[in-house]
Every structure is written in C-alpha cells, then in structure tokens.
C-alpha cells in the first residue's frame, strides 16, 4: 500500500468509526464528530433531501493542504461554499483545487471590522513555489503580530529558524471587508459550516458572525494563534449560544 492509498483507507476508516461510534465516545473526540457531521450530510444530499450544504471558509488557503473540512465539498453533491482568501498565490490554488466557479465563490479579500485597505504579513510565492520555504508556510499570511510573522509565539527571533526565514517575509496590501458584507454580496442566506483560519485573527473574524441568524451546524476556529483574552471570548460566544464544544490540537470544533 503506498502513500495515497494509506491516506485513503484511514480517511475512509475514520468516516465509518465516526458513523459507528456510539455518541459518547464521539463528544470525547471532536474530530470524529465533525467527520460524523459531514459524513451525514453527504448522505442527505444523496438521497436528495434538505437545502444544499453551505460551507463559509475564512482563510481558505488552498482549501486542500492540512484541511480535513473542506475538501468534503466534493464528496457532498451540489453543495456550495464561500471561500475567503486574501493570497493573489492561494486564491490560484484554491481555485484549481475548486474549479466550479458556480458553486465555489472565492472572495479575494481578508476579513476586516471595517472595508478598506489593510497590509497583510506573507511570505514570497515564489520561495513557496521552488520548496524553499516549509510547506505549511503557504498558509501562514497573518495581519497579526501574535504569530511567526513576528518572530513571536511560533518562534522568537532568537531562534535561528526565524532568522532563516524571515527575509522571504513581506508586506502586501489586500483589500478588506466586513463579514456580513460578504455574505450579503453572495447572497448566503444560511450556513451549514462555518471554518476560521486566520493566523491570530480568528476571533476578529467569528466576532462578527451574527450566530443566531445563521447558527451554523459546525463551526471550526483556529485558536493556536489566539491571545487567552481572545480564546475565551472564542469560548464565550459559543457556550452563551448552546454550542456543545470540543478541543483538538489547536483548534475549537463547536455543534449547534
């Protein structure tokens, strides 16, 4: 068995644990739940019942590399998604991994309390591109400083791995917007999953989803990058709304 087909058969393994799995064990595990989550909406939208699963995605990156979520997009039919990414190099990906420009919305833009310009943190396509930057820095562009675009909590700039990396760093400008904004041009009037993944400021960006309105069945928050303040105002909201929430690695899985 080589390398995909290993990838393949423990994804298809954790989709039947998470079907299987009494409930008890599943609210021990929020992965598994979210897995359950999705599995069963695929199911729905082949039998053909329900309104088609909406996907809302703040920090989309490519929408492929390190993301159990969103790729379920092509597993469940006809769903739909709006896909935020500030990245001019992340938006050609994700484009290419999301191809169906009707179903698929990418919003260029980053996410922000009020609409304008703002200079974001990212580091060099082309670096990206050759291998000479680690993988996972293709999703690390950040407006915030409580991250490795500083040289703080991921890394300090005493250690050399900053000083490694830190000249591929630069500032571009990108266009921003407010949340609601967003979902008004696109017309999303419900959503089923609701994911954050913006390098320190995820809670900038859940702070203002109207959760009552569009009370999503899933919502996923990165909060590795988070200050404690902001981590619990991230719970807060959450339990103040009835949300059943679980923690993995670093992040807040929730379900209505």
Not at 1 to 21: K, N, P, T
Not at 97 to 107: K, L, S, T, V
Not at 112 to 138: C, K, Q, V
């Amino acid at each position: 068995m080589d390398g995909g087909e290993a990838s393949q058969f423990i994804e298809l393994l954790r989709v039947f644990l998470s079907l299987v799995l009494p409930v008890g064990i599943l609210d021990r595990g929020a992965p598994f739940r979210g897995t359950r989550f999705l599995a069963q909406a695929a199911m729905r939208a082949r039998m053909g019942s329900g309104r088609p699963f909406q996907m809302v995605n703040v920090g989309a990156c490519d929408g492929k590399l390190f993301d159990d979520v969103t790729p379920w997009l092509h597993r469940i039919k006809g769903s739909r998604a709006m896909l935020v990414e500030p990245i001019p190099y992340n938006q050609k990906r994700l484009r290419a991994n999301y191809p169906d420009a009707g179903r698929f919305i990418i919003e260029p833009v980053a996410v922000t309390p009020t609409s304008g310009a703002i200079s974001i943190r990212t580091f060099d396509a082309a670096a990206l591109e050759a291998g000479t930057l680690p993988l996972e820095f293709i999703g690390c562009s950040s407006i915030s400083d409580t991250n490795l675009m500083s040289g703080n909590n991921a890394w300090g700039e005493q250690d050399q791995n900053f000083q490694k990396f830190e000249p591929f760093l630069k500032s571009i400008e990108v266009p921003g917007a407010t949340l609601q904004s967003l979902l008004d041009r696109n017309r999303v009037e419900h959503i089923d999953a609701f994911l954050v993944d913006c390098e320190g400021a995820d809670w900038q960006v859940f702070d203002q989803l109207d959760i009552e309105r569009y009370r999503p069945g899933m919502i996923k928050i990165e909060i590795g990058a988070l200050t404690a303040a902001d981590i619990g105002k991230v719970m807060l909201k959450l339990k103040t709304a009835g949300y059943q929430v679980g923690l993995y690695a670093e992040d807040v899985w929730a379900f209505a």
